[in-house]
């Protein structure tokens, strides 16, 4: 059966792409895209979370508890609260190939220029007080 080598080969290898699989099985890149989706496997992408470290837990679910105690206290509190986030951005980003796209009838020959001699960085703070 085709699909024996193609799914036993997408499970031992769940990071590999499907055009891999094809070469790795010697099936057509379509043949091995159907298989997979005939018994239900589908492409996912990671989402980016913060790493946690050892102590994260107890101090998230101290926070937890003090917000808790300070809503039954004040239920006006989070209308008290500055919320605040930064963040930095620098011309040395990193840049997604796979998202870069250019389309044209010839190679227009593309270059994308990655390290520059003159660097900058942008911090950006936001802040928001009361709900309205």
Not at 15 to 22: A, C, L, P, Q, T
Not at 47 to 74: H, K, S, W, Y
Not at 109 to 127: D, Y
Request: aromatic share 16%.
């Amino acid at each position: 059966m085709f699909a024996t080598p193609v799914l036993g080969y997408a499970l031992a290898h769940p990071e590999i792409s499907f055009r891999d699989i094809s070469k790795a099985c010697s099936y057509p890149k379509l043949t091995v895209w159907n298989i997979l989706h005939t018994y239900g496997a589908y492409l996912y992408r990671p989402a980016l979370a913060q790493e946690l470290i050892p102590g994260d837990q107890e101090r998230r679910f101290d926070f937890c508890n003090f917000v808790l105690n300070t809503l039954d206290e004040n239920p006006d509190f989070f209308n008290e609260v500055l919320w605040s986030d930064e963040c930095q951005f620098s011309r040395q980003g990193t840049i997604n190939t796979q998202n870069t796209h250019y389309w044209s009838f010839e190679s227009p020959l593309l270059i994308r220029p990655n390290c520059h001699q003159v660097h900058w960085s942008v911090n950006v703070w936001s802040g928001t007080l009361k709900s309205l």
